[in-house]
């Protein structure tokens, strides 16, 4: 089985950073696409920023030049840098993986518990 934690959530300011960390642990052969999700108050979930399955990044465009995604693979763990946070920001963050058991078998997609951000005054 396979786990993700996200950890680094909190309540901030406007204008003030947070940096979200996910850990994969488990039975893990490989980790190919990774990203972070985020659903705000009565919204749907929507992508903020992921590798894809070649290691490129994308961001979402209201998050482009604030957060900043990187992960070491040695380590299983993905982060979310976040600057200049703005109450819009505010939301459940979600950590997603495609993760391979075994070579044999495709990757399967899995999600953390999720983290709370609040930016507010």
């Known amino acids: 089985q396979v786990q993700l934690v996200e950890s680094g959530g909190g309540l901030v300011q406007p204008g003030g950073s947070l940096r979200l960390s996910c850990v994969a642990s488990?039975?893990?052969?490989?980790?190919?696409?990774m990203g972070w999700y985020r659903q705000p108050p009565g919204k749907e979930r929507e992508l903020v920023a992921a590798?894809?399955?070649?290691?490129?990044?994308l961001y979402t465009d209201s998050v482009k030049g604030r957060f900043t995604i990187s992960r070491d693979n040695a380590k299983n763990t993905m982060y979310l840098q976040m600057n200049s946070l703005k109450p819009d920001d505010t939301a459940v963050y979600y950590c997603?993986?495609?993760?391979?058991?075994?070579?044999?078998?495709?990757?399967?997609?899995?999600w953390g518990q999720g983290t709370q951000v609040s930016v507010s005054s």
């Open positions: 488990g039975s893990i052969f490989s980790i190919n696409a």
């Open positions: 590798f894809n399955s070649g290691g490129t990044t």
């Open positions: 997603n993986a495609n993760v391979a058991i075994i070579p044999t078998d495709p990757p399967r997609s899995y």
